[in-house]
């Protein structure tokens, strides 16, 4: 299950930390957009499961797409406070923010890597013999 989720959480976060070492911090704004790296989470877990004709399959792609969510949350945050010149007032907008990203985010990334497993293994059994 790890090797599903370091890959795109490594090229996310290294996006991230190259666009704010240029000056463009707010990089972490565009998070929701970085959620869609949960689709080829859930097929690979499928792909690389002992378990692809159970549902657990199916869970372990969840549990991976929201593990992702949550990286990528906390990697918001961080940017987020280490950006200079914030006040005081923005950082609280910020970890309110920040929450409320990797709520949605645990979210919809569980959701998008769940459905996109359950269809790579409906694809895998279709081609087994």
């Known amino acids: 299950m790890l090797r599903s989720v370091w890959q795109p959480a490594l090229i996310w976060t290294a996006a991230v930390v190259a666009v704010s070492l240029i000056g463009q911090p707010t990089v972490v704004c565009i998070t929701p957009l970085a959620w869609l790296l949960a689709i080829p989470v859930g097929q690979q877990v499928v792909e690389r499961s002992k378990n692809q004709r159970s549902d657990r399959s199916l869970v372990e792609a969840a ?3 929201g593990s992702l969510a949550l990286l990528e949350g ?21 970890s309110l923010l920040g929450l409320f990203t990797i709520l949605i985010g645990v979210f919809a990334c ?9 269809r790579r293994q409906k694809q895998l059994e279709e081609n087994r013999p």
């Open 110 to 118: 569980s959701t998008l890597a769940f459905v996109f497993a359950m």
């Open 74 to 94: 906390l990697l918001f945050l961080l940017v987020g406070y280490i950006t200079p010149g914030a006040s005081a007032v923005d950082r609280q907008m910020l």
């Open 63 to 65: 549990i991976c797409g």
